[in-house]
């Protein structure tokens, strides 16, 4: 790596393949832009299909070596995680700033879910291991025993997105470790720079080379990582799709295959729901504009009662007028930019769609005036939306809200569940157990009561159009794991 003082730009010039930092295959670059500035924030290594022979070769070889990280007892393959979650804390302020400067994420948001939330993601499945058991013994129904092993799955193929790169990343890595797997991790070519921090983490941790292989690049590079006749499991995160084409392509192959996708969740506010913004503020705005509304499990139709209806529509828009627009750096920015020009432009062209269809905006919907730089949209409130409008169909992924009037319990119920995707959600209300039972009805694979935060110890993925298997928990780790059975 090299540092030009003068600009702040960061550039590499290998790829990090079996343990070492190796030359690329061609002199394909990627130039990350800081996405409030638009300035360019350093240049590395695309990765070509070369490439990923070389990476996939180094995760085989280390998994099919008979004293290899696949045979090492679960508990030792613990203390490396433990090193590793280590490494990376000792990078927690580059990280941040790294991943801010790509992504647009706000530093305050990103210091809790790209930082803190990736390591004790690593330490919650390193305690999984320490606590495996690899073989249960069972009496067979007609005679003798049985051995129910859990073996490793093998060589992953780990696929990142850029709107939270460390976390979903470590989503995968995590439990892959414990297991015993392997990985080639492919990061967004948006967000490659903490990929690099990430690598650096790795060697500095001395995890097993070809334990953790990391090679960028972009769509073509990764739908040939996925067809790889050397990878026995895919984990994505992204578009639904791209979710579908890889579906497609590990159905064919007979590959397991994990994938998280896209969401349009609903945020159901009960008719006894207390609008007072100094209590529940916080909860809304985490789980309907975090990461500038950029996040696949988020709320972004809000359910009212007709009864409250234009109760709100006030509050949503008074509290979303009142959001904080700025640079991603400041730590007072609650709302950053979009990761890409080309992702302002798909949030402006629904915003544009919504005014057609008839759909009433309360707030928002311009570019912030006086920042001629940044891909920066101002958040924005829809309020008399159909759930048939676009807007409420299909996943914007930025900062739109579209605020949909139900008649009573069962009507909201038949809304939200009106939807291709299910991901996210949650019911809010003064009866938590009222808020239970409505939560309980609503087609999705996670749901929060007065409040959303994917936790570590729970299963999280979606049902419908948001994807296939589930992450985190300890059913994220037998995702990694395959069984077989012995009869003696």
Request: charge should be negative.
């Amino acid at each position: 790596m090299t540092t030009d003082i003068a600009t702040a730009r960061i550039t590499y010039d290998k790829f990090y393949i079996g343990g070492s930092w190796v030359r690329p295959s061609t002199d394909r670059l990627i130039t990350p832009i800081d996405a409030s500035t638009e300035e360019p924030l350093g240049q590395v290594p695309e990765g070509a299909c070369a490439d990923i022979d070389a990476a996939v070769t180094a995760a085989r070889a280390t998994f099919d070596d008979p004293s290899g990280w696949a045979s090492w007892d679960p508990a030792r393959r613990a203390e490396v995680m433990e090193r590793l979650a280590t490494a990376i804390d000792k990078r927690a302020e580059e990280f941040v700033n790294r991943v801010s400067a790509q992504n647009g994420i706000p530093v305050a948001v990103a210091q809790q879910l790209e930082i803190g939330y990736p390591t004790a993601v690593l330490r919650f499945y390193a305690g999984l291991a320490r606590e495996f058991s690899q073989i249960e013994t069972r009496a067979g129904l007609f005679g003798g025993l049985i051995d129910v092993r859990k073996k490793p799955a093998g060589v992953v193929a780990a696929i990142a997105p850029w709107n939270f790169p460390q976390a979903l990343s470590m989503f995968k890595i995590a439990p892959a470790m414990a297991a015993g797997c392997t990985l080639v991790v492919k990061p967004s070519p948006e967000t490659v720079l903490d990929a690099y921090l990430l690598a650096e983490a790795i060697d500095e941790a001395q995890v097993p080379a070809g334990v953790i292989n990391v090679v960028p690049a972009g769509r073509e590079v990764g739908a040939y990582l996925v067809s790889h006749p050397g990878v026995d499991k895919v984990a994505f995160t992204g578009s639904t799709a791209t979710g579908r084409s890889i579906a497609e392509t590990c159905g064919r192959l007979l590959r397991p295959v994990t994938l998280e996708l896209g969401g349009k969740s609903a945020a159901i506010l009960l008719d006894d729901v207390d609008l007072d913004l100094t209590k529940i503020g916080e909860g809304l705005f985490a789980s309907t504009l975090l990461n500038n509304g950029q996040t696949c499990f988020i709320g972004t139709r809000v359910l009212a009662p007709q009864s409250r209806y234009s109760e709100v529509v006030d509050a949503f828009t008074a509290f979303v007028a009142g959001l904080q627009v700025g640079n991603a750096h400041d730590p007072a920015t609650q709302i950053g930019p979009m990761a890409t020009d080309a992702q302002r432009q798909r949030v402006e062209s629904f915003i544009a769609t919504g005014l057609a269809e008839g759909a009433r905006m309360t707030t928002g919907g311009r570019r912030p005036a006086g920042r001629d730089k940044g891909w920066f949209v101002e958040p924005t409130v829809f309020a008399d939306v159909d759930n048939r409008a676009a807007i409420a169909r299909e996943e914007i992924f930025g900062p739109v809200l579209t605020l949909i009037a139900y008649d009573d319990i069962d009507d909201a119920v038949r809304i939200a569940n009106d939807s291709d995707y299910g991901l996210g959600g949650t019911v809010w209300t003064e009866d938590p157990d009222r808020g239970l039972a409505v939560a309980s009805r609503i087609q999705t694979g996670t749901i929060g009561v007065n409040r959303y935060i994917p936790d570590p110890a729970a299963p999280f993925g979606g049902v419908k159009a948001s994807g296939l298997g589930r992450e985190l928990g300890p059913e994220g780790l037998a995702a990694y794991l395959q069984t077989q059975t012995i009869y003696r």
